[in-house]
């Protein structure tokens, strides 16, 4: 939903713990959104298991999720890497968004992770740009956002202490916003 010409991106995360490093991330990007962007943080904690069999009554949380997609210009996901790959609610959310109309299609997305290994969810961001491929998002590949050690990098408040993390946020941010705004005109 454009609010006067503005982007607005719905971002979500990769992980159900409170003060996770995900969350701050995300909360982070929040905060350093470009001019005339925002970050809209959707919640995903409630989105039961996918059924099909619920698609034609699905739970108020999927219903909400599809429709702060739908309503947003692009979307941002901030992950851990759980297993080398994705956490299964975050896949299961992204499932729910796919059915029965693909809300992510044509959108543009982007995504970052963090994790306190030494890949930074590497793995996990590999395997959700698998699953965009199909789904039609266009994802910013560049630059990519791979916090590792996060543990040391980011305090209980929310502070980064990595300059270099921050500028490839930044980039990223001012790249997905960029592209959003190069696809609504195409649209217009």
Same mark, same amino acid.
């Given at each position: 939903?454009?609010?006067?010409?503005?982007?607005?991106?719905?971002?979500?995360?990769?992980?159900?713990?409170?003060?996770?490093?995900?969350?701050?991330?995300? %909360?982070?990007?929040?905060?350093?959104?470009?001019?005339?962007?925002?970050?809209?943080?959707?919640?995903?904690?409630?989105?039961?298991?996918?059924?099909?069999?619920?698609?034609?009554?699905?739970? =108020?949380?999927?219903?909400?999720?599809?429709?702060?997609?739908? %309503?947003?210009?692009?979307?941002?996901?901030?992950?851990?890497?759980?297993?080398?790959?994705?956490?299964?609610?975050?896949?299961?959310?992204?499932?729910?968004?796919?059915?029965?109309?693909?809300?992510?299609?044509?959108?543009?997305?982007?995504?970052?992770?963090?994790?306190?290994?030494?890949?930074?969810?590497? =793995?996990?961001?590999?395997?959700? =740009?698998?699953?965009?491929?199909?789904?039609?998002?266009?994802?910013?590949?560049?630059?990519?956002?791979?916090?590792?050690?996060?543990?040391?990098?980011?305090?209980?408040?929310? %502070?980064?202490?990595?300059?270099?993390?921050?500028?490839?946020?930044?980039?990223?941010?001012?790249?997905?916003?960029?592209?959003?705004?190069?696809?609504?005109?195409?649209?217009?």
């Amino acid at each position: 939903m454009k609010e006067n010409d503005k982007i607005v991106i719905a971002g979500f995360g990769g992980s159900l713990r409170k003060g996770s490093f995900s969350r701050k991330v995300l %909360e982070k990007a929040r905060d350093m959104m470009p001019d005339g962007a925002s970050l809209r943080i959707v919640e995903i904690s409630e989105i039961p298991v996918f059924n099909a069999d619920e698609l034609g009554s699905p739970h =108020r949380s999927v219903i909400e999720f599809r429709s702060a997609i739908s %309503e947003t210009d692009g979307f941002l996901i901030v992950t851990p890497e759980y297993n080398y790959s994705i956490p299964g609610f975050l896949k299961n959310a992204i499932d729910w968004a796919s059915v029965p109309r693909n809300v992510f299609a044509k959108k543009a997305g982007a995504i970052m992770s963090s994790s306190t290994g030494m890949m930074g969810g590497a =793995r996990a961001q590999y395997h959700i =740009r698998q699953s965009f491929v199909f789904l039609d998002a266009r994802i910013i590949n560049r630059p990519e956002v791979i916090i590792s050690n996060v543990d040391k990098k980011i305090d209980e408040k929310g %502070e980064f202490a990595d300059a270099n993390a921050e500028k490839f946020m930044r980039e990223l941010l001012e790249n997905l916003v960029s592209e959003t705004r190069r696809q609504a005109s195409h649209v217009a």
